[in-house]
């Protein structure tokens, strides 16, 4: 298969021309000059590399945290994260019987986004963050860290855990010697606490500011210390609704960008129409009710941010287009570093010869016309319709 486009974000910038694809692999890349003919031609949109995201609850009423899935249910998840230009994804839950599914979905026959690892956020945690209500979380408990483990069946990449816990220090080193990234996530930890968690083995910083101890002039906090350790890759949610764009603009500027990813939090309401959903938790919680605002905002009644409903397609139209970063800056955040840290930057991560043709379709307004992964059309806007999770609506919508 031949391919050709005005505009491909190749390895080593931007580039006219084809690209020839044999199986998974790009074969051959040619200029625009080369006398041959494409398959397809998608004129002046743009390709760009897969996209990787590594902080991914669910969407389209499908999701992995609270109640079990089903391998239908996980199936339906990656149709619809295609749509959204993922090609890679590592979908996030800490319940040990959905990673179960999960992992069976992975090593299954179907079409969608490409199952690269299982990413768990918590259980282990401290913070609840703004406008919310804690009303405490598990005590660590390793055993049932081996039975997360067990249950990934090996695809369990990311574990996060607050350091300053009883027993957070001794959970980030028996993942990290399971050879398990850890990521710090929902803490109260000071910079001195998080300093611990890094020498401990935390490698990630998960969603970077948010529900985490910030910058403050006398204590810099777990955002501090992930800004200023070469240790740490720190995710990004580039919304402009969890971290304002101006403070984006602050981590561009501090952080090396080779350490930088860009996720998106989605939750199973991201792809649902805007609304009042019944939410999760019993009466008592802040999180009773979930609002789908026009924004896109995910909120508890009492305003507390619940997750994302935009994707990272969103995140990198804010980058480009309103903090000017080039995109080809942009395809290190959302590709080729979350590869190099989960996976393998010889064979994915970037537009190159002899390596997987992951690749998106897009055009001048940031609409996904077109998936693949690994050389197979996953997503065509022409002909695929998303599966929303009807049942989800009408059992949680509301208003």
């Keep these: ?24 692999k790009i074969i ?17 949109n743009r390709i760009i590399p897969g996209i990787f995201d590594t902080h991914n609850h669910g969407g389209f009423g499908y999701g992995f945290i609270h109640g079990e899935t089903s391998e239908e249910d996980v199936i339906n998840y990656l149709k619809g994260e295609a749509s959204f230009g993922v090609v890679n994804v590592m979908p996030t839950t800490s319940n040990s019987k959905n ?3 999960i992992a069976k979905v992975a090593n299954s026959d179907y079409r969608g986004s490409k199952i690269l690892g299982i990413h768990s956020e918590g259980p282990w945690g ?22 997360m483990i067990d249950s990934a069946k090996g695809l369990l990449k990311l574990v996060d855990v607050a350091p300053e816990i009883e027993h957070g220090l001794d959970a ?17 930890a000071n910079y001195q606490e998080a300093c611990a968690g890094i020498d401990a083995g935390a490698s990630v910083a998960t969603h970077l500011g948010n529900v985490m101890t910030g910058l403050h002039h006398r204590d810099v906090g777990t955002l501090g210390a992930c800004i200023l350790s070469d240790k740490v890759d720190c995710e990004m949610i580039c919304d402009g609704l969890h971290i304002c764009l101006e403070m984006i603009d602050i981590y561009l500027r501090l952080k090396d960008h080779d350490k930088l990813m860009m996720v998106s939090d989605n ?6 129409p805007v609304g009042r959903y019944k939410g999760f938790g019993d009466s008592n919680s802040d999180r009773a009710y979930i609002n789908i605002t026009e924004d896109g905002f995910v909120l508890s009644d009492s305003g507390r941010l619940s997750g994302s409903s935009k994707p990272v397609i969103f995140g990198i139209k804010n980058l480009v287009e309103k903090l000017h970063v080039p995109m080809e800056e942009c395809c290190k955040f959302f590709c080729y570093n979350p590869i190099r840290k989960y996976s393998d930057p010889s064979i994915k991560g970037s537009l190159k010869v002899g390596k997987d043709a992951d690749m998106v379709i897009i055009d001048d307004d940031y609409n996904v016309l077109a998936t693949y992964s690994e050389g197979k059309n996953i997503y065509d806007h022409n002909v695929d319709k998303v599966i929303i999770n009807q049942k989800f609506i009408d059992e949680k919508k509301v208003g």
């Excluded at 993942?175 to 850890?182: A, Q, T």
């Design 126 to 147: 401290a913070r609840v963050g703004e406008k919310g209500v804690n009303t405490g979380y598990p005590a660590v408990d390793l055993s049932y860290g081996q039975e």
């Design 172 to 188: 980030i080193r028996f993942f990290v010697n399971k050879g398990i990234k850890v990521g710090m996530y929902h803490t109260n």
């Design 267 to 272: 939750v199973d309401y991201a792809g649902l």
């Design 99 to 101: 990673m179960e599914v």
């Design 1 to 24: 298969m031949i391919i050709k486009a005005k505009r491909i974000y190749l390895e080593d910038g931007l580039f006219n021309g084809y690209l020839e694809i044999e199986g998974s």
């Design 28 to 44: 051959n890349i040619y200029n625009e000059d080369a006398d041959i003919k494409a398959d397809i031609d998608y004129g002046n």
